[in-house]
């Protein structure tokens, strides 16, 4: 964790005694914006100017309609610490995205097995859940303040509606896909954009990039909402992005094979990675929960995005050399 602890926003808020409809509105509110509760109309936020602005304007509204809150500062919520809170939004997004992932298996399940079974508008209704389930995880992303840990795997399974969808014949709905060509030779002092709160497919590939793709390469960390990428830009392990999953791989995978394909030695990492990111034990390798446990230290331990990839790096550049080592 770093040296400095987190600020706060905390909004109070009362309405006047009695049952008000209101109520129900602000809550919703409350949960658009991301905010969690401490107790009964005790709320908090992370203090940033989004946070301020958005209970500014909700107190705003409370006011005016006959209620009464304060907003305040703090570094101290109710006696918790910054860990404990962060734990408490974590849980928050982890329940959204379960609950979009449960929407995701349910469509799986729904689409027919048989693609001449006439059933064409059940697949343009699942076309449309589609876009719904992208706008809900977008919506997700926007609060998720600390990274919630089920949001890869909420991705991951859209994907797999997305490939069922293609295979099934769907003319407007392609497997999300590296939109370069195979050859990274012109990538070069690129900024690369990724989204906030990198973790082991993220760092490793930012590793990767750096090591034999663009030595020179710059890293933006955004909110996974609908990002635009700037002139010189290259997004990846996001939505969307230029390089990303493929299948059942994990971004790392795919520039690994794009970058080195015949290089043992990273391909070994790339098993590890997988492994670790998909949880899937595909490779099963011996090596994978001494290399996951390093990692989730690091990642309890720094905060900032740019000092997890550059800690990582060591990591991986010692893991690349036994591997090297090993082949000899």
């Not at 990428?229 to 290259?234: F, G």
């Amino acid at each position: 964790m770093s040296d400095t602890s987190t600020f706060w926003l905390v909004l109070v808020y009362q309405f006047p005694k009695g049952p008000d409809s209101r109520r129900v509105k602000v809550w919703r509110r409350l949960q658009r914006i991301g905010a969690v509760a401490i107790k009964n109309s005790v709320y908090v936020l992370p203090a940033n100017d989004q946070s301020q602005e958005d209970f500014e304007w909700l107190l705003a509204e409370l006011k005016g309609s006959g209620a009464d809150g304060v907003i305040f500062e703090s570094q101290v919520v109710d006696g918790m610490n910054d860990q404990q809170l962060r734990n408490l939004f974590r849980d928050s997004r982890e329940s959204d995205y379960l609950a979009v992932r449960d929407d995701i298996k349910a469509l799986i399940e729904s689409l027919p097995r048989n693609t001449d079974d006439g059933v064409d508008s059940r697949y343009n209704e699942t076309r449309n859940a589609v876009k719904r389930v992208r706008k809900r995880i977008a919506e997700i992303e926007s609060i998720d303040f600390f990274g919630a840990d089920n949001h890869d795997a909420a991705e991951n399974e859209l994907r797999t509606l997305i490939e069922r969808l293609s295979d099934a014949g769907g003319d407007d709905q392609r497997t999300e896909k590296s939109t370069l060509d195979g050859s990274l030779q012109n990538l070069s002092e690129c900024t690369w954009v990724t989204r906030r709160g990198v973790k082991v497919d993220r760092v490793a590939s930012a590793w990767l990039i750096r090591r034999w793709i663009d030595s020179r390469a710059k890293f933006k960390f955004v909110e996974g909402k609908g990002y635009e990428p700037e002139k010189d830009e290259i997004r990846f392990d996001m939505f969307e992005a230029e390089f990303t999953h493929e299948g059942d791989r994990c971004t790392f995978e795919v520039l690994a094979r794009l970058a080195r394909e015949n290089d043992v030695a990273l391909q070994s990492i790339a098993e590890i990675v997988h492994d670790i990111d998909l949880k899937d034990e595909k490779f099963d390798r011996a090596e994978t929960i001494g290399m996951e446990n390093m990692l989730a230290g690091l990642f309890a331990s720094v905060d900032d995005d740019n000092e997890r990839i550059n800690s990582a790096g060591v990591l991986f550049d010692n893991l690349y050399r036994f591997f090297e080592i090993s082949q000899r």
